[in-house]
């Protein structure tokens, strides 16, 4: 069962285990995890699940699309070129079977 680990402010972090299809925001949100808001239910329409991916888990993941480009550049909190994505665009599974986000300290 893949693994997610949701680092917060300080070090503070939430672990879930995730079943395999499974996209880190719905996650996040079903377990309750502080600062994953998801208010558009993972359209990549609100920018409300923005996580900052550790670098050792970006390779595994696939391009960004235009979608979620576009609602990048309307976080609360700055957009990191590399490392900034939406939870909701991130699903885990075969090749992402952990992986580890920062979470910002505001989403709206």
Do not use: W
């Amino acid at each position: 069962m893949p693994k997610v680990t949701f680092h917060h402010a300080g070090t503070r972090a939430s672990v879930l285990q995730v079943n395999a299809g499974a996209n880190l925001m719905r996650a996040a949100v079903h377990d309750s995890v502080p600062g994953i808001v998801g208010e558009c239910g993972g359209q990549a329409m609100c920018a409300t699940c923005h996580v900052y991916v550790r670098e050792p888990y970006l390779e595994a993941l696939g391009s960004i699309g235009e979608d979620e480009d576009e609602m990048l550049d309307c976080t609360v909190t700055p957009r990191d070129q590399v490392r900034s994505r939406l939870a909701c665009q991130i699903t885990v599974g075969p090749g992402v079977t952990d992986i580890e986000v920062d979470v910002p300290e505001s989403q709206v």
